[in-house]
């Protein structure tokens, strides 16, 4: 995963969130359809055995996919 496109769709096919590649990439995640804290932890998860370790807590601040994914970024 490494890009914002990638993110998204590992979003949409392992957590199964139906989303509108790119356009929900600013989107609040609350407003997602099927986004909740579980898919938060299982996206924690995802990430980790992807080799992309991001702190729960800075991920909980997170806004939108872009915000996350940036979290991503700077973990590289």
Do not use: F
């Amino acid at each position: 995963m490494d890009s914002l496109h990638g993110l998204m769709e590992l979003v949409r096919d392992d957590l199964g969130v139906p989303l509108d590649i790119p356009g929900d990439a600013d989107a609040d995640l609350a407003d997602l359809p099927g986004w909740d804290s579980l898919n938060l932890l299982r996206l924690v998860i995802l990430l980790e055995e992807n080799g992309h370790p991001v702190p729960v807590h800075r991920l909980l601040l997170a806004r939108s996919l872009h915000e996350m994914y940036t979290l991503v970024k700077e973990r590289r």
